[in-house]
């Protein structure tokens, strides 16, 4: 704006101070030139009346002044020539102004130079004897005189030129000064120029706008983080390239990247079934897929997005299923095993009781099939139970009745019932502790240690030992079940719990049991809230540390 | 026209990672069908190799159109040059995947248990594939320089699956067809691992714009 204001005001007076230059110098020159045909017409005059008197005579002796004098007879031919002799002259009848003055008496006329640089002015006059006095000045023309002024004329016009632009630049810088002074923070308070007003007033309305506009996508934009930062789903959305334009925190820990992501998604996972998944939802299909990933299971979702039917991205959730996956195989794996161990005393029975029913047995045989059919059909029913006793701690149906217990005569009840089983390996049980009381369900307590005991029993050598050791603290009640048996490798360590699951995988007879003793104790454990854990070392024995925590524990009356 | 130029990269560099991923999948599933036999492996990894074939063509052919019409200069004249080598590499990869495989059934067949070694060198080769591809996903040095350097533990480990093989046609020449066949398919892994170092190594290039660790250089050279 400064430069075009600049520009206009310049150019402006540039133009007028040409225009002017050239107005005077025409006004000038034509008042010179009235004046030259006024000086030429008075003296015609009084050169005419002396010829008049004198006739030709009047030349002998005549002095040029400074303008040319020429008479002329009717005929054209020169008489008297005060520049020239007359006698070289041509005839002068043609000749413009002579023609004129023999029509009307006076006649004139201008006749520029060949170079234009000069102009002859001719004026005539019709003598009485019908002879013509003519009187030319010559004189120099615009063109001459403006190029004799070209000095001047220009050193004023450089100098015109200079104050110009001084002045244009102030003038301007002078206009532009309150504009760029504006406060655009907030236009309504400006009193530059009234014209600007109602820009101003707009301008106003429209900051006002940008900024409720600004903070609603800024509240949007807190809202979408929110939302999908506390997702526990990864989220990721991707463009037509598949270059990844948002992410959410949980998508990158899912894939275990660290921030800063940008570029293309297959930067994050470049598995075949998330590549298939990727160019499944960009061709335009949802698609869904369930991808492993170093022990992790993730099920992946991708919608494809449209903008006027064409695909412009996706979007993709991603969820963590591993727990869910591992629950569904364990609960796959329970089932086979549950339907595998009641097959086994299953097939025994029924194999006796077909070899009995031929009939082809002799009574003793009888008597033996008998006892082992009884046996199998114990074993079955122990499983039976413990599959339901572990049932019933899986689904809590059935309400317990929690009570005050004193785990010290639990656990000595349950040492009696196991004496028997314990010497007959020579195996010495030691109750170590004092009386003390949890709060808990009789039943499942019973069934936890009973378990520990016969499992510290069974799994143990010759002429070991078990200890049953109860510590009392102030808010929480320990109990030990020590034995010096066989121990349990540390790889199966984390697995004992599970059902079904065994150390010694060909579910030996020998020893005897389901398979469920630990994962019973494991649950009754959960039911108190109370903690369980297990150290072993392989050949020397095993300690099963069971703690109950307050919601157990019952202070000293 | 930058912009233009920018998707193109863009996908170039997807076409890139996805054609490296199928050389993680055709060496994975050769080495699952020579250790389980398993049929699916076989045809999973036959199917990686055709497709990184018609990969590597697609590609090619991109790259040149890249060079042509962009004419790209610095930076992106070394990502598009090295993206060029890459591929290379990347296909023999995939070749030579597929050639285990072709093998392998008549190893399976002989029931020679392949000793550790081969069985170490076959994780060490995916390993470095793997981290070959992820260097350049990631654009890491790092990673490249690691993968550098695995690739002598791999020329270890032939040189160990060698001897033995060796040792075991000496002491017994019944199986020694099986056993030659081993000993191919150890070379396979060895030259897949120089393969894995050379994408590193173009990795290193199209960042640094300088080709080979100068100290790596040097081995090889002895090595030669």
Redesign the interface.
């Known amino acids: 704006m400064h430069k075009k204001i600049f520009q206009s005001s310049f150019l402006t007076v540039f133009l007028v101070l040409i225009a002017t230059i050239a107005l005077i110098m025409g006004i000038l020159f034509h008042f010179f030139e009235v004046q030259i045909q006024t000086e030429l017409e008075n003296e015609a005059g009084y050169l005419s009346q002396a010829i008049e008197k004198e006739g030709i005579r009047f030349f002998d002796g005549f002095k040029k002044q400074t303008n040319r004098v020429t008479l002329i007879d009717a005929d054209g031919k020169v008489l008297f020539d005060s520049d020239a002799e007359a006698e070289k002259l041509d005839n002068h009848a043609d000749r413009e102004e002579i023609n004129e003055a023999l029509k009307n008496g006076t006649g004139k006329s201008i006749r520029y130079s060949q170079t234009l640089t000069e102009k002859t002015v001719n004026y005539a006059v019709k003598l009485s004897n019908n002879s013509i006095l003519r009187i030319s000045t010559t004189q120099y023309t615009v063109i001459t005189v403006l190029l004799g002024m070209l000095q001047p004329i220009l050193i004023v016009l450089v100098v015109a030129l200079i104050l110009t632009l001084v002045l244009s630049l102030k003038v301007s810088k002078a206009i532009i000064e309150p504009i760029n002074q504006l406060d655009l923070e907030s236009p309504e308070n400006n009193v530059a120029y009234e014209e600007l007003t109602p820009l101003l007033r707009k301008l106003a309305e429209q900051n006002q706008t940008i900024k409720e506009q600004l903070e609603d996508a800024y509240k949007k934009q807190v809202e979408f983080n929110l939302i999908t930062g506390n997702m526990s789903e990864g989220f990721l959305l991707i463009d037509k390239d598949a270059s990844i334009l948002t992410y959410n925190s949980a998508a990158l820990e899912l894939f275990g990247i660290t921030p800063p992501v940008n570029g293309n998604v297959l930067a994050i996972c470049r598995a075949k079934d998330f590549r298939d998944t990727i160019s499944n939802a960009l061709a335009g299909a949802k698609a869904e897929n369930i991808i492993m990933r170093e022990e992790c299971c993730y099920n992946m979702i991708a919608n494809p997005v449209f903008e006027k039917k064409e695909v412009i991205g996706a979007v993709i959730i991603i969820l963590d299923i591993t727990e869910r996956e591992k629950r569904e195989t364990l609960r796959r794996e329970f089932t086979a095993n549950v339907s595998h161990e009641l097959k086994t005393p299953l097939t025994s029975i029924s194999g006796f009781a077909e070899l009995m029913k031929e009939g082809d047995v002799s009574e003793d045989m009888v008597v033996d099939f008998s006892a082992s059919i009884y046996e199998e059909a114990q074993r079955l029913i122990t499983l039976v139970t413990d599959i339901i006793k572990i049932s019933e701690l899986d689904g809590k149906s059935i309400p317990f009745q929690s009570e005050t217990i004193d785990l010290y005569e639990l656990s000595e009840e349950i040492i009696n019932r196991l004496k028997g089983q314990a010497e007959k390996r020579n195996i010495t049980l030691n109750l170590i502790g004092d009386k003390t009381q949890i709060i808990g369900v009789r039943k499942i307590l019973d069934e936890m240690f009973y378990n520990l005991l016969d499992n510290a029993i069974k799994y143990n050598k010759e002429n070991g030992t078990v200890d049953f050791i109860i510590n009392k603290a102030e808010n929480d009640v320990t109990v030990w079940v020590r034995d010096t048996g066989i121990g349990i490798p540390i790889f199966h360590q984390s697995r004992v719990f599970e059902r079904f699951y065994r150390v010694d995988k060909s579910h030996s007879k020998q020893i005897g049991g389901t398979g469920l003793g630990l994962a019973i104790v494991k649950h009754g454990a959960i039911y108190h809230h109370a903690e369980t854990r297990l150290e072993s070392v392989e050949g020397k024995g095993t300690t099963v540390t069971i703690r109950f925590g307050r919601e157990s524990f019952v202070g000293d009356e | 026209m930058r912009n233009k130029f920018d ?1 193109q990269l ?2 170039l ?2 076409e890139l ?2 054609m ?2 199928l050389c ?2 055709a060496i994975i599933n050769a080495v699952k069908y020579l250790t389980d036999s398993d049929e699916h492996s076989r045809d999973a990894c036959l199917a990686a190799d055709s497709q990184i074939d018609e990969k590597e063509r697609d590609i090619e052919i991109f790259c040149i159109k890249l060079l042509l019409q962009q004419q790209p200069v610095a930076g992106d004249l070394r990502v598009v040059s090295a993206a060029l080598k890459m591929i290379s590499d990347m296909e023999r990869i995939g070749d030579q995947a597929s050639d285990i495989v072709e093998i392998a059934p008549y190893v399976v067949k002989s029931g020679i248990e392949g000793s550790t070694h081969i069985r170490d060198m076959a994780d060490a080769t995916i390993k470095m594939v793997s981290e070959s ?1 992820e260097s350049f ?2 654009m890491d040095m790092d990673i490249a320089y690691q993968v550098m350097e695995h690739d002598n533990l791999v020329d270890e480990l032939f040189d160990k699956v060698k001897d033995e093989l060796i040792k075991s046609i000496a002491e017994n020449g019944r199986n020694a067809e099986a056993l030659i066949d081993l000993l191919m398919i150890a070379k396979y892994f060895e030259r897949i691992g120089d393969h894995a170092e050379n994408i590193a190594e173009w990795v290193v290039y199209s960042i640094t714009g300088k080709h080979k660790n100068p100290s790596c250089y040097q081995e090889q050279d002895m090595r030669r």
Request: aromatic share 0%; hydrophobic share 30%.
């Open positions: 998707r863009s996908q560099n997807t990672i996805t490296g991923a993680e999948e591809v996903v990631k």
